[in-house]
């Protein structure tokens, strides 16, 4: 009789030392995935926000060279044509243009890759996009966003008679705009069309800053959700597991007051 104790007895803590150990990997595997989620997901939030920040400044940068743009066009309407050093320092502006427009493409093509990422990181997370937060495809949104944006930049700068080889090449904008300042209406011509590309960039950017600030909600909120299952599931493990402490520490306690032998 007391051997057959002493095995059920051997039998029970070999459970509970399984059980223990058992609920004390899951902590820490579910630990090290949500430290690395966590970092990740600060990652991106300051990605994210820094970009947001970026092309704020994109925006304001533009919206000051239109201004500036139109006084030149005013100018125009009051002399016959513009000061060669005013029009030179009007060429530089526009190939500053060029420039924001191979930025802001850098930092769609990297937001895109993000939101590939997004779905390795979060197993549901196009689940939680579409079921929950009815939210469009953030990678097709992007795509769609480039191709508008490519499309009427190219539009604009042929109209400024920069070839398509050459409208992301800041030397060639301000050649062929010192080869528009040879005529009155070179120059009329080459204003209003700089004037109405930088308006133009001004909205396309006010949209990616909409969409960067919308990835970065969707983000948050995905990853909410899953810390919120994932506390869930800590819960219901540990109110399973809970009995076999108690049982625990009922054996420990006969075997120390010597009930059962």
Known sequence: MHENKLKIFSSLISVIISSTAFIYTQQVYAWNGVATEFTQYLNFGQLSMQYAKQVQQYITQLNTLNSEIQQYINMVKNTVNLPNEIWAKFAGQVSQVANIYKNSRGIVSTLMNADDELRKIYKNYDFYRIKQLGVKD??????????????????????????????????????NLLEANKSDTGQKQALQISNELTGMMVQQLQQL????????????????????????????LEKFFSPLKNNESAVIYGNEKGYGY
């Open 138 to 175: 953030y990678f097709l949104q992007y795509n769609s966003w480039n191709k508008s944006n490519s499309d009427m930049y190219s539009r604009m700068m042929q109209l400024l008679g920069t070839q398509a080889s050459s409208m992301n090449n800041e030397n060639d904008i301000i050649k």
């Open 209 to 236: 800053r909409q969409l960067i600030m919308g990835q970065n909600e969707l983000q948050a909120k995905v990853h909410a959700q899953e810390e919120a299952e994932k506390a869930n599931s800590k819960a219901q």
